[in-house]
């Protein structure tokens, strides 16, 4: 399966704690995007990379949030002292796009499903 | 600033009949316009795309949208509904300039035998 990929599926944990999600996009492509989709809503756009520059951050990410992208390729996102309000599918999608444009396809993964006790 | 809006939360048809899931934009550029859809436990994939190119835009498994400027409307239609349609149906506007990209709050299809 050549698709984008998201581990863990489904995160259970405690308030306070924290929480890291992997997304490995598709090997070509150069940019890579986090969103947030909570019940009965459209997703969130959090932020994006293009290769491993973090190009923009939504005011949704809070200090508690941070993604990298260190080698270009997969990224991790990274909540720290989690709270319930953070419960969410955190999706990850990637595509190839030249330039500053966004009207290229974006390729889903399935998501990340937190919860958070 | 830019805004989608879906019209229904829920949209419910008998298989073989049209389907029609609204949308509606507010942009002050000329929009890229795509519906997205999302079945249970997938991710979210592509349907059609509008880039200012011809204002009927065809997609896959037969879903067409047309672009009407006057209306500011991008609504997503097929002529027959099959069973394996339903799932959820977003909207989504892509930003020109700052603006972020924006999903509406989804539209989910229901499928009756």
């Known amino acids: 399966d050549t698709g984008v990929s998201q581990n863990p599926r489904h995160k259970i944990t405690k308030r306070g704690q924290n929480v890291t999600f992997r997304c490995d996009p598709i090997?070509?492509?150069?940019?890579l995007y986090w969103y947030r989709q909570t019940l009965g809503q459209g997703p969130e756009f959090l932020t994006y990379f293009q290769n491993e520059a973090q190009l923009e951050k939504s005011r949704l990410l809070s200090d508690r949030f941070s993604a990298e992208r260190p080698k270009g390729s997969f990224s991790t996102l990274e909540i720290q002292r989690t709270e319930q309000g953070d419960s969410a599918m955190y999706l990850c999608?990637?595509?190839?796009?030249?330039?500053?444009?966004?009207?290229?396809?974006?390729?889903f993964g399935p998501g990340t499903r937190l919860t958070v006790l | 600033a830019q805004s989608v809006t879906q019209l229904d939360s829920h949209v419910s048809v008998s298989e073989g009949t049209p389907v029609l899931l609204r949308c509606n934009y507010s942009?002050?550029?000329?929009?890229?316009l795509f519906w997205y859809v999302q079945h249970p436990n997938k991710g979210l994939q592509l349907l059609l795309k509008y880039t200012s190119a011809a204002t009927l835009v065809k997609g896959i498994n037969g879903f067409e949208a047309e672009f009407k400027k006057s209306e500011t409307s991008f609504h997503l239609t097929k002529p027959s509904a099959h069973m394996s349609d339903a799932a959820e149906y977003f909207c989504v506007v892509f930003p020109s300039g700052d603006d972020k990209i924006i999903f509406g709050k989804g539209t989910r299809l229901h499928i009756l035998p």
């Open positions: 090997s070509e492509h150069n940019r």
């Open positions: 942009s002050s550029y000329s929009p890229s």
């Open positions: 999608a990637s595509s190839f796009t030249l330039g500053q444009g966004w009207s290229n396809e974006q390729f």
